[in-house]
Nanobody, 113 residues
Framework: QVQLVESGGGLVQAGGSLRLSCAAS????????MGWYRQAPGKQRELVAL???????SYADSVKGRFTISRDTAKNTVYLQMNSLKPEDTAVYYC???????WGQGTQVTVSS
């Protein structure tokens, strides 16, 4: 059983920054990729950023240049640094590990204009 625990969400004004964290615990041998999705009210869940074990990263076009994903593989932890936040970034952000289909519980990010 693997658990993903997120933290770091909150309310911030437009132009501000937040840093999300997600720690994986449980019976884990090796995690390849870890990533972040988000879901805004009335919209489908979308991929925000993904990081593979070899250091490859990918981002949604809407967040390129503003968000940075990073990993601490020894701690099975992934981070999402979000800068220059916009109201349209408001959503519930979910941590995701593709190899097991594991999801975190989600953390709310609200950006006020």
């Amino acid at each position: 059983q693997v658990q993903l625990v997120e933290s770091g969400g909150g309310l911030v004004q437009a132009g501000g920054s937040l840093r999300l964290s997600c720690a994986a615990s449980g019976t884990i041998f090796s995690i390849n990729a870890m990533g972040w999705y988000r879901q805004a009210p009335g919209k489908q869940r979308e991929l925000v950023a993904l990081s593979t074990r070899d250091g490859t990263t990918s981002y949604a076009d809407s967040v390129k240049g503003r968000f940075t994903i990073s990993r601490d593989t020894a701690k099975n932890t992934v981070y999402l640094q979000m800068n220059s936040l916009k109201p349209e970034d408001t959503a519930v952000y979910y941590c995701y590990v593709p190899q097991g289909g594991w999801w975190g519980q989600g953390t709310q990010v609200t950006v006020s204009s």
